[in-house]
């Protein structure tokens, strides 16, 4: 499949984190055992900290990703580019629902890899939760290793 990155512009980006902001508070919530408004007030925290200047912040690239067989939008990419460890950093990639199990994860971080790679980057790093077991597996299989693992329990 032939996939094509595009820039998101500030409409797509505000739309973006409109998602992106409760989702990650949810899965912080859950993972982390955090109540539902801290994890939301760390969710925007750290979008704020990242992005100063929404989707041309210094170093963070938000794509969306669209195939070019289906001439369809089939998800975005979030990452960052850390020179002075040579490393690309992935911190969301997200497949739109119908596209899903269709192998477009797959290709896009195969994709990335390329681009990355091409650009004098050694490594390439993303965190994963512990309840996200088809990302887990995904990112096993195409080679990830895991690095670390964070645990918590309600008490």
Known sequence: MKLKFEKMNEEEFDNYLEFFIPDYAQDLSVNFVLPLDKAMEES???????????????????????????????GMIWYSIQPDIDRAYIYHIYI??????????????????GMVKSSGITSLGLSVFGQNQHAYSLYKKLGYKTAAISMGKNI
């Open 96 to 113: 739109n629902e119908e596209f899903r199990k269709m192998g477009y994860a797959s290709s896009v971080l195969l994709e990335l890899e």
């Open 44 to 74: 925007k925290d750290l979008m704020n900290d990242l992005l100063p200047n929404k989707q041309n912040s210094d170093g963070q690239f938000l794509y969306n990703i669209h195939c070019t067989e289906q001439k369809e939008k089939v």
